[in-house]
C-alpha cells in the first residue's frame, strides 16, 4: 500500500470507525454500514412482498399510487429511530446510501418494482438542503435505482416552500395548495414513466403526498409508486 492511500485509509477509518450506527457496536470491515445482527433484528415491513399492504391502503385514499412500502417500521424510541435522526450527522450519507442499497435489494426481489423508470427523491427547500449540506433522500435513492437498474432524477422535483402545513389541512383545500409547494420544471422529461418517489420518513404522508400530486397534476401519463426508509406504525394504526 502506498503512503497516499495508507494515508486515505487512515483518514476513512477516523472518519467513519467501523461501529454500526444502530447498536454502535462494532462491526466487520467491509462496505455495509449497519451491522449483521441489527439487519437481522431489523422491524422489516414486509410491505414490498404485498400489493395491498397498510401502507399503500392508507395512500390510496389521499393520491392514486401504484405501490408504496418502506423498509422498517419507525418504532419511538427504537434504535433504529435513533440512527435514522443521526442522518444529520457527518459522514452519513454513506448510511443513507447503504441503507438505499438494502431497501433496493428487496424492491427488486420483490417483481412489483419492476417495470419502475426513474426514482426521484423528495426534494428539501433550497435553504435547508444548504444549511445541512445534502438531501439524506437523495441518497437513499442512489441506492435503490442502483438496485433496480434505473436512473435518479434530480433537480426537475423541487420544492417551493419549506413548509407542507398547508397540506394537511381537508382534502379539498389541499388540492389548491400543493402545486404551491412542489413545482416539476420540465414535466416533458418524465411523461408516461412510471416514478418511484423516494423518502426518509412517512408519517403524516402530507409531504410525499404533496410531491405525488404535483407530479401527477404536471406530468402527462406518469404514474408513481413511493418507498420510504421508515414509517410510523402509529401513523398506520398498527401500534395496538
Ligand atoms: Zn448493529
Known amino acids: 500500500m502506498s503512503i497516499l492511500s495508507s494515508f486515505a485509509s487512515d483518514l476513512w477509518v477516523l472518519l467513519f470507525p467501523p461501529r454500526c450506527p444502530v447498536c454502535g457496536g462494532l462491526r466487520s470491515e467491509g462496505t455495509r454500514a449497519v451491522c449483521t445482527h441489527c439487519r437481522m433484528t431489523a422491524p422489516l415491513t414486509h410491505f414490498w412482498e404485498e400489493f395491498d399492504n397498510p401502507m399503500t391502503r392508507r395512500l390510496w385514499g389521499l393520491v392514486p399510487v401504484v405501490h408504496a412500502s418502506a423498509l422498517l417500521y419507525f418504532v419511538e424510541g427504537g434504535a433504529w429511530r435513533e440512527s435514522i435522526h443521526a442522518f444529520k450527522y457527518r459522514g452519513a450519507w454513506l448510511l443513507a446510501r447503504d441503507l438505499g442499497h438494502w431497501f433496493g435489494g428487496y424492491l427488486a426481489d420483490s417483481g412489483l418494482y419492476d ?4 426514482v426521484i ?3 428539501l ?6 444549511q445541512r449540506g445534502y ?6 435513492a442512489e441506492g435503490v435505482a442502483a438496485e433496480l437498474g434505473v436512473g435518479v432524477e434530480r433537480g426537475n422535483l423541487v420544492r417551493r416552500r419549506h413548509n ?3 397540506a394537511r389541512t381537508a382534502k379539498s383545500e389541499r388540492w389548491t395548495n400543493v402545486e404551491e409547494i412542489f413545482a416539476v420544471r420540465r414535466p416533458e422529461r418524465l411523461a408516461g414513466r412510471h416514478i418511484l418517489l423516494m423518502d426518509d420518513v412517512f408519517t403524516t404522508g402530507a409531504t410525499i403526498v404533496s410531491c405525488a400530486d404535483a407530479l401527477l397534476h ?4 406518469c404514474r408513481i409508486s413511493i418507498a420510504t426508509l421508515a414509517v410510523s406504525k402509529h401513523e398506520l394504526g398498527l401500534d395496538h
Open 125 to 130: 427547500h433550497w435553504r435547508k438542503r444548504m
Open 164 to 166: 407542507p402545513a398547508q
Open 121 to 123: 427523491p423528495v426534494p
Open 115 to 118: 417495470d419502475v423508470q426513474v
Open 135 to 140: 438531501n439524506q433522500a437523495e441518497y437513499l
Open 218 to 221: 404536471s406530468v402527462p401519463g
